[in-house]
């Protein structure tokens, strides 16, 4: 592929310049393809942090990587419910669910290979049993299909909106509404492609409800129930509102709360998952409590 660079883009970064030009790639591929080589401008090799003077020609020669493959890891994993089709696992916060670009161990996948040996094929060799996610740094609990035909049937409950899903999230202020529905589609955000936004008035549609369990001076907690599953889709729709996931800097949450020790994580977890087993539709609910470092930080704002 070739783009030309025009007098105007004099001054951008050849990394940022290119993900304008080719938003099909995000731009940490587009920064390995450029540190491999797999960039030339003006026929000449660069680093991601050149600037450009304008008129340069770059070539990019796209370079897919190769395929991952999730392999066992000994890691402490903490089993919240299992049965010959699913396991229900506590997810800590701080934990990549599977490998991705940049993480490659040290993942929840990693640590249900060591124990379990054989999960589901269904979602592909690098997410073995892996029929939803949650983000790095929310903990709670996360199911995984043992086999494909409870991966298909977990699969078809999350898609058809049939699991119940509620969160407990503290946000910055005071959030009036006793409860609410946010009802926002979200799309990524042109501005930061690694967050989401809520504020664009459109994108995939979103649902989520949220009632008032606490008030505190400067934060609230929340019960949260999502009716859709999009990315980022708490973070983002709270952040919509005003009101930030504590300890979510991405979504505006303040890096250090006066007072109060560090907050190294998001003050979000998955308390509770609702859903029919697999293979005899019965119900099943599984709850994760509160980690305890999430409840010591919320007793200091007493």
């Not at 070739?2 to 001054?11: E, F, I, K, Q, S």
């Not at 920064?31 to 770059?58: C, F, M, N």
């Not at 995984?144 to 409870?150: H, T």
């Not at 907690?221 to 009716?227: A, C, I, T």
Request: glycine share 10%.
């Amino acid at each position: 592929m070739r783009v030309t660079a025009n007098r105007t883009d004099a001054g951008k970064r050849v990394d940022v310049w290119l993900e304008e030009h080719l938003p099909q790639y995000s731009r940490s591929r587009l920064q390995q393809w450029i540190k491999a080589g797999g960039v030339l401008v003006d026929g000449a090799r660069v680093r991601p942090s050149y600037r450009l003077r304008g008129l340069e020609t770059a070539e990019v020669s796209p370079a897919e990587p190769p395929p991952l493959k999730a392999f066992p890891e000994d890691l402490p994993l903490k089993i919240l419910y299992q049965d010959s089709d699913v396991v229900a696992v506590e997810k800590p916060a701080g934990m990549v669910v599977h490998a991705g670009a940049g993480c490659h161990s040290g993942t929840l996948v990693n640590a249900l290979l060591h124990r379990f040996g054989a999960l589901s094929g269904a979602g592909g060799q690098e997410r073995p049993g892996i029929v939803h996610r949650l983000d790095r740094h929310t903990s709670g609990v996360l199911l995984v299909a043992r086999n494909d035909a409870a991966h298909r049937s977990l699969a078809g409950q999350f898609a058809g909106r049939e699991i119940e899903k509620v969160y407990l999230a503290l946000v910055h202020g005071r959030l009036k509404p006793d409860e609410g529905r946010i009802d926002k589609p979200i799309a990524r955000d042109p501005a930061r492609r690694v967050r989401m936004t809520a504020r664009l008035g459109r994108g995939r549609a979103a649902i989520t409800e949220y009632r008032v369990l606490r008030r505190f001076a400067a934060f609230t907690l929340l019960e949260v129930r999502l009716q859709t599953g999009r990315t980022h889709q708490i973070r983002a729709h709270l952040a919509s509102l005003g009101h930030p996931v504590a300890g979510d800097r991405l979504y505006g949450a303040a890096a250090q709360v006066e007072g109060l020790p560090p907050l190294d994580r998001f003050f979000l977890h998955a308390q509770r998952l609702r859903f029919r087993q697999p293979s005899t539709g019965a119900p099943v609910t599984v709850e994760s409590p509160l980690p305890p470092g999430l409840e010591r930080w919320m007793e200091a704002l007493l």
